[in-house]
């Protein structure tokens, strides 16, 4: 079974610059997340899929990041503009049902720097 | 107060000693128990669920979860090497409208001298 593909895997951007993340999760995995991991911190999640409709964006600052998710498989996650803050991993992870606790599979993820 | 408090160490020990990873939580709410290890530059892999208070054995890894204490635990037994890497508790609960949360601990970073 291929895993969950992210990429870029590292990207650097100045701030005030956008930038944009693509993951693409196992087949067949309906619920997709994404997550935020600043360096010595656990993963915080920004937003949660269900298909191609949001389930939970509460904590995804929504005045500059975006994500979707238009044909219920693969996701963007877009930053614009990009602040010193927002230097951290952004890690995609996929269930096959939203209600599996122990189901997640996590991206390597992309690595944000912004200078 | 965080809900899942973890520290992040650095814990090193030597090879074949046992290590003893901890978390405390608040909320109540949470219903599964979960460890995942996390390697260098990868993103993290679950290790281990437990829904109950009590333990869960898979090889040299235990889980161990008391509920009534808001504390969870995970025992590496013979440790290796192999076994140097971030470890995160992580927890699950129902958060409602459809959404289920998994609030992860700070990790904690493990490494084993050969």
């Known amino acids: 079974e291929a895993g969950v593909a992210q990429s870029p895997r590292y990207k650097i951007i100045e701030k005030r610059q956008s930038v944009a993340f693509w993951c693409n999760p196992i087949?067949?995995?309906?619920?997709l997340y994404w997550y935020q991991q600043i360096l010595g911190q656990g993963p915080k999640l920004l937003i949660q899929?269900?298909?191609?409709?949001?389930?939970?964006d509460s904590q995804l600052p929504k005045d500059r990041f975006s994500a979707e998710r238009l044909k219920g498989v693969d996701s963007t996650l877009k930053i614009q503009p990009a602040k010193l803050e927002d230097s951290a991993v952004y890690l995609c992870?996929?269930?096959?049902?939203?209600?599996?606790?122990?189901?997640?599979?996590f991206g390597s993820g992309t690595r944000l720097t912004v200078v | 107060q965080k809900e899942v408090e973890q520290d992040p160490g650095p814990l090193s020990v030597p090879e074949g000693a046992i290590v003893s990873l901890n978390c405390t939580y608040s909320?109540?709410?949470?219903?599964?128990f979960m460890w995942y290890r996390q390697y260098s530059r990868k993103g993290p892999e679950l290790l281990m669920y437990?829904?109950?208070?009590g333990n869960k054995e898979d090889g040299r890894f235990t889980a161990q979860v008391d509920k009534s204490s808001k504390y969870i635990s995970l025992f590496i037994r013979d440790s290796q090497p192999s076994d140097s890497a971030t470890y995160l508790c992580a927890m699950w609960a129902y958060s409602g409208a459809g959404s289920y949360q998994l609030t992860f601990g700070k990790g904690t970073k493990l490494s084993v001298i050969p």
């Open positions: 992870a996929s269930s096959l049902v939203a209600g599996l606790s122990y189901g997640y599979t």
């Open positions: 899929f269900q298909n191609n409709g949001v389930v939970d």
């Open positions: 087949s067949g995995h309906a619920t």
């Open positions: 909320n109540s709410a949470f219903q599964y």
């Open positions: 437990t829904y109950s208070s």
